[in-house]
């Protein structure tokens, strides 16, 4: 640790300051340091999506971004936008329509779709199936989740 | 195209027939919807050591020197071992059962000694305080290796020029053959006879989540608790227990939330074995999360099969015979304890699976080579076999110039011809082809679709339809593993417990790992008792509580578990109502329970709450007689026993456009109609069904595990080797009928594989139906685009 920086984040609302190794990524910080394991790892390589975390209110790859990084950034995860409700609508939609079996890609899922309804409230099927493409499932057909999300956006 | 019908929504529908084909959310979604679940790389202990794996670089190598002088000195290194240091704690293995006649494979260690033979086969292991560490260290460990010639291609294996395994004389893992008798004379008197050789590549299941284990001895107690994405809990304990040395009873196998599994962790993994005994040798926790390139080098893999198959046919388009020739390659190693026989059995068993032909022969061959070890994943050997079955059918339907859906109706086993004996020699106990194939049609609008097909023809754009028909193997009886000596347990059971609240809490020995398994034993159990879905708390997956059983394989979570539930349900409910009978000094015959009241059976008139029947039974047994003893927690086991498979049917048609510029293949719309016996929860069934058709879509069309002639994989990552996005799946439309299986009361059979099973054979179909009228046709699966191209003769 004798080239940790001192880092300074924003974390769901709270302030926290770490000592971090500067190769260490934003999500096993968020995951291994804060506890925060909703955010999961799934490839490590940029691909698979399963580590989206929202910064400064951009959706990014939790995997492909260090944690040093993140200084003076606010960072929101899973567990955040969960508890502030945010998510709250696309989770019910989730819920209902089973959108979701292992679980496993389903946080990075719901941060990719909360980003959609921000930016483009409107999406057509088409739109919401492009902008997932970022986030694999390997156990849903993916329709469930289309029509999840779909049922929020249109509902 | 557009959403799926919203299905209905319990609790509190239609109670009368209970949550049985009701789509009732699961509960313990909601979890995992707010990122709190709880996965076993989430897990955190008090002297937590993580484990990274040194790994051969070469497919087949001796090590002869491993120096570890560097590594041992890294910061944060608790120790470095060698196979020779871990073969001192855990015993060896082979993966071979008897009832495969004939099966070889060397024995296995957890650690490799001496020699690797795969590139990515852990040669040493590195303990260290966290994974970065380990990682760092084993970049620090020197090896001289001596590589030996690798053993890459199937037909090289069968010919055995280079041995792999010199003690075993050749590289044959195991062999079989089948013949009805008849088959020549069968082909002499076709008069039509096609054949045809298909390829089918390497793929492997990427879990989203990577395998991982957390091993945690107790030197005090010598005694282990395994933290495991696992699939078969019990089976896991049994084997730490053996190979680690310490008593059955002292094991503990806990699978909490898995992230995806489809058969890849349902098998026994060399480094997870390791992790286990290193635990032992250091006695503290110590924890293994397969990264994705490790994932790609050491899950096991699956398929590659290369298969002739020759059909013979009447004019009038009657099958008369089927003869097969399938080649396909494991790896170094059949892997334990299920072996890597099955799969290649399977093709033999399920070929021509829907047809009511009467000869057939099969020949297959199990080779080995220096690849990564392959073995069951998701539909075992199903997906070879339908395709391959259905592209010959189709072809014959080529030949014969007669419309698919016709030549298939015209060979598909009769509805009423059940109990019926398959010539591969298994048996069906009630199936139904024919309904299955004309709801697809209707569903599809098959006419209108051809006519849309014809129309685009006109206007130069390249459609095609393919169907595929399928029969699954699920809730399979000790005739899959049990009976070849392998101790898992066929069996399953279920323990109700009636809480003094009046809620009612299951445990169970299936497995959940997002199919829903616990939401339907929610249903089933609610539904036996009388109480609501809400009343119901459902524990699996884990050995310490939990009935022994099986776990979640071969589609047996809901046949088995089920029943098992459903029985010790109904249990239950006799045992509450003794007690509501003598509380209310009624006979029990006058007495029901629904909707959590004990009520008058007649009158329905409430009686008494459960919950007050509940404080009574469990803190005032004193008020009641005093001969009268409550039984409020019941166990209830099932095991499927009349037939050794109880197989489900289904149809699948896919519709896609090529583009024969690019060689891209759309996906326009998929259709699976499934007959899987009682349906439980149709939302959950459906989203099952096309999370696997699209696993099958990916095998059809993306994924394959390329190896260089040197035996290196090619694309071991997620950016090379492709899985579907959301972007290029097509909406699947899903439809079932429901032959409920007669061998138990719920009468459900699986469906958890039947996607995968069928997809693959469809989407072959769909596209040589669209290339058949520019003279081309493709064998080889995945259908790239580049082997598009080629059958156009465009490169
Ligand atoms: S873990 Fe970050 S994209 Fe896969
Ligand atoms: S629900 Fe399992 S990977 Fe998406």
Same mark, same amino acid.
């Given at each position: ?155 | ?35 709190? /679940?709880?996965? !076993? ?136 053959? @089948? ?23 390497? @793929? ?29 809990? @019990? ?81 009038? /388009? ?12 494991? /790896? ?18 399920? !070929? ?146 009636? =809480? ?10 299936? !497995? =959940? ?156 719309? @998929? ?44 694309? /071991? ?79």
């Amino acid at each position: 640790m004798e080239h940790a920086v001192e880092t300074t984040l924003t974390v769901n609302g709270i302030e926290v300051t770490r000592r971090i190794e500067p190769r260490r990524n934003l999500v096993d910080f968020l995951r291994e340091e804060l506890g925060l394991t909703g955010s999961h790892v799934g490839c490590e390589h940029g691909v698979c999506g399963a580590c989206t975390v929202r910064v400064d209110g951009e959706i990014v790859r939790g995997c492909l971004m260090l944690a040093v990084q993140a200084n003076g950034c606010k960072v929101e995860t899973i567990e955040g936008l969960s508890d502030s409700g945010e998510l709250a609508r696309l989770q019910k939609a989730f819920h209902d329509r089973n959108a979701l079996q292992c679980g496993f890609c389903t946080p990075a899922m719901l941060m990719a779709a909360r980003d959609l309804q921000l930016k483009n409230p409107k999406a057509s099927r088409e739109e919401i199936r492009t902008h997932l493409s970022g986030n694999y499932c390997r156990c849903t057909g993916y329709q469930a989740i289309v029509d999840a999300i779909e049922d929020v956006l249109h509902g | 195209m557009g959403k799926a019908e919203l299905p209905l929504h319990a609790p509190g529908t239609q109670l009368d027939k209970g949550y049985i084909g009701q789509s009732v959310p699961r509960a313990n979604a909601q979890r995992l919807l707010q990122g709190r /679940g709880s996965f !076993t790389d989430d897990l955190i202990f008090p002297r937590l050591a993580h484990v990274a794996f040194f790994r051969s670089p070469y497919a087949h190598a001796r090590v002869k020197r491993l120096d570890f002088k560097r590594a041992l000195r890294s910061p944060g290194v608790i120790g470095v071992f060698d196979g020779r240091a871990v073969a001192e704690y855990c015993k060896p293995w082979m993966g071979v059962l008897a009832h495969l006649k004939g099966i070889r494979s060397p024995e296995q260690h957890a650690i490799a000694i001496e020699r690797a033979c795969w590139q990515g086969e852990a040669v040493a292991a590195v303990v260290a305080e966290s994974r970065g560490q380990a990682e760092d260290a084993v970049g620090l460990i020197e090896a001289d290796w001596e590589e030996l010639p690798a053993v890459v291609d199937m037909d090289e294996a069968l010919a055995g020029k280079v041995v792999i395994h010199p003690e075993l004389g050749d590289n044959i893992c195991f062999k079989r053959e @089948h013949d009805t008798g008849g088959v020549d004379e069968a082909f002499a008197k076709a008069d039509v006879v096609v054949e045809e050789t298909y390829n089918f590549g390497r @793929h492997t299941g990427v879990c989203i989540e990577g395998r991982a284990i957390l091993a945690d001895y107790n030197a005090g107690e010598h005694s282990l608790t395994v933290y495991h994405a696992t699939q078969a809990p @019990h089976m896991m304990q049994d084997i730490f227990s053996r190979h680690l040395g310490i008593p059955e009873a002292n094991v503990r196998v806990i699978a909490k939330d898995v992230g995806g599994s489809y058969g890849i962790k349902v098998h026994v993994y060399a480094d997870e074995m390791a992790t286990a005994a290193l635990s032992v040798m250091l006695r503290r926790p110590v924890k293994f999360v397969a990264d994705r390139l490790e994932s790609f080098l050491s899950d096991i893999h699956a398929r590659e099969h290369k298969v002739k198959v020759r059909l013979a046919c009447t004019k009038e /388009g009657e099958i008369l015979a089927f003869d097969l020739d399938d080649l396909t390659a494991i /790896g170094p190693y059949s892997v334990y304890p299920r072996t890597s026989g099955i799969e290649g059995n399977q093709v033999v068993n399920l !070929t021509g699976g829907p047809y009511k032909h009467q000869k057939y022969r099969a020949k297959m061959n199990v080779v080995f080579t220096n690849k990564n070890v392959t073995c069951q994943y998701r539909a075992v050997g199903h997906p070879i076999a339908v395709a391959l079955t259905e592209a010959i059918v189709d072809r014959a339907a080529l030949e014969l110039k007669m419309d698919p859906a016709e030549l298939r109706r015209r060979n598909l086993i009769p509805d009423d011809a059940y109990p019926y004996t398959f010539p591969s020699g298994i048996k069906f106990e009630k199936l139904s082809h024919h309904r299955t194939l004309d709801k697809l049609l209707e569903l599809m609008d098959y006419k209108s679709l051809r006519a849309q097909q014809a129309d685009f023809r006109k206007k130069g754009v390249t459609r095609g339809i393919g169907l595929a028909a399928m029969i699954e193997v699920t809730n399979p009886s000790p005739a899959f593993y049990g009976v070849g000596g392998a101790r898992i347990s066929a069996q399953d059971g279920a323990t109700l417990r009636f =809480e003094p609240t009046g809620m009612v809490t299951v445990l169970c020995g299936v !497995t =959940e790992q997002g199919q829903g398994t616990e939401g339907i034993f929610a249903q089933i159990a609610a539904s036996a008792v009388g109480v609501t879905v809400d009343k119901v708390r459902v524990i699996t997956g884990d050995t310490g509580v939990t009935p022994y059983g099986g776990g979640t394989w071969a589609s047996r979570g809901a046949g088995i578990g089920g029943e098992a539930v459903l029985l010790a349900g109904r249990a239950l409910r006799s045992n509450i109502l003794d007690v509501a009978a003598v509380v209310l000094k009624m006979d029990k015959a006058e007495l029901d329970i629904v909707k959590n009241e004990v009520v008058n059976r007649l009158t329905l008139e409430a009686k008494l709450p459960l919950a007050e029947l509940g404080r009574i039974a469990h803190f005032r047994p004193d008020t009641l007689p005093v001969d009268f003893q409550s039984e409020l927690t019941v166990t209830r086991s099932y095991t499927p026993r009349q037939y050794a498979f109880t197989f489900s049917n289904g149809i699948q048609a896919s519709y896609v456009e090529v583009d024969p510029e690019t060689g891209f293949v759309k996906l326009l719309k @998929h259709w699976c109609v499934e007959d899987a016996g009682t349906v439980i929860n149709p939302m959950l069934v459906d989203e099952q069904i096309r999370g696997g058709v699209v696993q099958g879509i990916g095998a059809a069309l993306y994924e394959e595990c390329l190896y260089g002639p040197d035996g290196q994989l090619l694309n /071991g990552n997620m950016a090379d080797y492709l899985v579907p996005m959301s972007s290029e799946m097509p909406d699947i439309v899903c439809a079932h009928i429901e032959t409920p299986t007669k061998q138990s009361q719920l009468g459900a059979k699986g469906v958890g594989e039947a996607g995968t099973a069928g997809a693959p054979g469809a989407v072959m179909n769909a596209i040589n139906d669209a290339l058949a009228p520019l003279g081309a046709r493709v064998t080889a699966m995945p259908f790239t685009p580049e082997r598009i191209l080629v059958a156009l003769r465009k490169i």
